[in-house]
């Protein structure tokens, strides 16, 4: 089943994940040791990370680094464009209004 890029990012424990090997690349064990669940739930994460291309595998010897796809975080990032640009807006709107409101 090929899974949706933001089934993957919906999930906090997920999110904890691309967050720690977006500075560099980890082994499996190493992600483990920062969270409260066991290798397997994580090996769970990080199956479903790899399935939406979020992030890659290399392996080194007998480990496996799993390292960030800045491609797949560029197409998350292309989606919320189109939302950011309205909040732009609308917290310039806001600035107006208080500023406006200061001078009364």
């Known amino acids: 089943m090929r899974r949706d890029i933001f089934q993957a990012i919906a999930d906090p424990t997920r999110r904890a994940i691309i967050a720690l090997i977006a500075l560099q690349a ?3 064990n190493a992600i483990a040791e920062h969270f409260d669940a066991t290798r397997q739930a994580v ?3 990080l199956r479903i990370l790899t399935e939406c291309e979020l992030v890659n595998q290399q392996r080194q010897g007998r480990e496996i680094y799993y390292s ?3 491609k797949k975080m560029k197409e998350i990032d292309r989606w919320l464009e ?3 640009k309205i ?3 609308r917290f310039d709107n806001l600035d107006r209004l208080l500023a ?3 001078k009364k």
């Open 26 to 28: 980890m082994t499996p």
């Open 43 to 45: 090996s769970k994460h």
């Open 68 to 70: 960030l796809e800045m």
């Open 82 to 84: 189109q939302f950011r």
């Open 87 to 89: 909040w732009e807006d």
């Open 100 to 102: 406006k409101m200061q």
